[in-house]
C-alpha cells in the first residue's frame, strides 16, 4: 500500500520527477488517483539515486509524510541524478521500525519497493525463512512483509540471478503461499528498471531522448502512458521496455516467466 516511482534518463534535478509534475509522486502521497487499497500515504517516504561514478546509490528516507519535511523540496531542487528509485508509505500494519520500515532499500548496487502487501503477515511467510540465510534474516532492515520480500529478492541475486528471474521467482513463490498477497516490485540497479504488476496499478512512460518513467500511476496526463497488464514482469532501459507475462502459482510453467514479450 503505497506509491513508487523510477526513472532512467538524462540527469534531472529530483524536483523535476517527483514534486513538480502535477500529480507528482509528492501529491500522491495525499491525493492518488488510481490507488485500489488506502488513500492517504503518509507513513513514511524516501528516494534513492544514483551520481556519476558511484554504483552505490544514497538514499534520503524519513518516517513522516514528505510534506511534513521542510527539507526536501530544497534537496530535491538541488540533487541531480540520471537514476532515480522514490516511494510514499501507507504502512500495512503499524510498527516501531520508523524509517527503517520506508523504501527504498538498498544493498551494493541495488535499490528496491514494494506496493503491496502480504497477506496474513507474518504468519504466511514463515515457512519461507528457512530459504535464508540466518544473517540475511538477522540484517533485514526492518521487521515488515516488504522488508522480508526484498531479502527473498535479494538472495536470489546474490545467488547470480538476473533481476527479472529474482523478482518473478519471488513474486510466484509468495503468490503461492500467501495468495491473496499484492506485489508490485520495483527494483532498479542504475541502468535498468525491473518491475511487476501483481495486484495493483502500474505504469510507464518512454520518450527517446528523455528516459524512462515506471510508476505506479501517472505524474501528469501525457497521452503517452501506458498500463501495464496485471500479473506482468516489467523490464527497461533508458530506451526500451519490454512486458512479459506472469504465470499463476498453480500454473505448471511457474517457475520462469514467458519467453515472449509484449512492448
Known amino acids: 500500500m503505497c506509491r513508487h516511482l523510477a526513472y532512467l534518463g538524462p540527469p534531472e534535478p529530483l524536483g523535476r520527477i517527483l514534486t513538480e509534475p502535477p500529480h507528482s509522486l509528492y501529491r500522491q502521497s495525499w491525493a492518488p488517483r488510481r490507488q485500489r487499497y488506502g488513500t492517504v500515504n503518509a507513513d513514511g517516504f524516501g528516494v534513492g539515486w544514483y551520481a556519476d561514478g558511484d554504483p552505490a546509490p544514497a538514499r534520503y528516507r524519513r518516517a513522516g509524510p514528505i510534506w511534513a519535511d521542510l527539507s526536501f523540496t530544497d534537496l530535491a531542487r538541488v540533487v541531480r541524478s540520471s537514476a532515480v528509485l522514490a516511494a510514499v508509505r501507507d ?145 527497461a532501459s533508458r530506451t526500451d521496455v519490454l512486458l512479459t507475462p506472469l504465470k499463476e502459482p498453480s500454473d505448471p510453467l511457474a517457475s520462469a516467466p514467458s519467453k515472449e514479450p509484449r512492448t
Open 91 to 235: 504502512a500495512t500494519l503499524a510498527g516501531a521500525d520508523a524509517e527503517a520500515a520506508a523504501a527504498p532499500y538498498s544493498s551494493d548496487r541495488w535499490l528496491f519497493s514494494h506496493n503491496g502487501a502480504v497477506a496474513g503477515w507474518p504468519r504466511s511467510l514463515a515457512g519461507l525463512a528457512p530459504t535464508l540465510p540466518a544473517a540475511d534474516l538477522l540484517s533485514m532492515e526492518a521487521r515488515n512483509d516488504s522488508a522480508f520480500v526484498w531479502a527473498l529478492v535479494l538472495g536470489r541475486l546474490r545467488g547470480g540471478d538476473d533481476e527479472g528471474q529474482a523478482l518473478a521467482d519471488t513474486v510466484l513463490e509468495v503468490a503461492e503461499a500467501a495468495p491473496a498477497s499484492r506485489l508490485n516490485l520495483l527494483l532498479t540497479n542504475g541502468e535498468t528498471i525491473t518491475a511487476t504488476a501483481w495486484g495493483d496499478t502500474l505504469w510507464y512512460l518512454s520518450h527517446p531522448g528523455r528516459g524512462t518513467v515506471v510508476a505506479s500511476e501517472p505524474y501528469d496526463d501525457d497521452p503517452h502512458w501506458q498500463e501495464v497488464p496485471d500479473r506482468t514482469l516489467l523490464a
